[in-house]
């Protein structure tokens, strides 16, 4: 039985108030969880195939499988021991980190110190999370987790439209790819709350087209970090201060 509000979102999709199919949760949401979850598999071997997994580049890759990990256990039992709102947060925690660092002596921030300030802000969210589950939404925003998703955001689109005369590689689309599936996934979770659930489409629009426009939204927020990073770090305007990183 699923219990208490901070273990259980408000509403995780138009699911909740169907019949259980096979005794799960939301059953053809848990499906394509599993899908979407392996897709990840794909940066990770992106990552390892232009050698660019270092202690940042894990931290990303962890919290990204955490993040789809938690949306599929959700999905399958109706509780979460981590509030996919923190969970995207740690995510863009770590994203802001592994973009920092990949500038090394350029960064806004020293490595050490930035490593410090993440590390250290996403273990007291975690230990809320285990020891005051009610309080981890709060704990987030008092860590000031929003401003790093603006940071990756502001980011992330500054160095890819920079460089977006020089590059062949189409990161700045993929950074405006990244921004509108955001807009598209707020504006079609505010659909399925609103009317959707009313609707014939109940059971399958989480499922299906949700859970596509949210791996385009990682998808390209992925290929425009991992371009701009691979590309700064080929291109000699980090070639010093690698003993500092």
């Known amino acids: 039985m699923v219990s208490s509000h901070f273990d259980q979102q408000e509403f995780v999709s138009c699911e909740d108030q169907l019949p259980r199919l096979h005794g799960i949760y939301n059953y053809w949401c848990s499906i394509s969880g599993v899908i979407i979850l392996l897709l990840q598999l794909r940066p990770v071997a992106l990552i390892m195939r232009q050698h660019l997994l270092d202690m940042d580049a894990a931290l990303y890759l962890a919290s990204l499988l955490l993040l789809f990990y938690l949306n599929l256990h959700q999905h399958a039992t109706g509780y979460v021991p981590i509030d996919l709102d923190t969970g995207g947060c740690i995510h863009s925690m770590f994203l802001s980190l592994w973009l920092n660092n990949s500038l090394r002596s350029k960064s806004h921030i020293p490595c050490t110190l930035a490593r410090i300030v993440v590390i250290g802000a996403v273990s007291v969210i975690l230990a809320t999370c285990a020891w ?99 590309s700064e770090r080929s291109s000699g305007y980090i070639l010093n201060d690698l003993k500092e990183c």
């Open 132 to 230: 005051a589950p009610s309080q981890q939404s709060s704990m987030t925003n008092m860590l000031g987790a929003p401003l790093f998703a603006l940071y990756t955001i502001i980011t992330m689109g500054v160095r890819s439209y920079r460089n977006k005369e020089k590059s062949q590689d189409g990161r700045f689309t993929w950074w405006c790819g990244a921004v509108i599936s955001l807009l598209l996934v707020q504006a079609s979770v505010m659909l399925e709350k609103t009317y959707v659930c009313d609707t014939v489409a109940a059971r399958l629009f989480h499922a299906t087209f949700i859970h596509a426009v949210i791996v385009c939204l990682f998808g390209c927020i992925f290929a425009c970090a991992i371009r701009i990073i691979a």
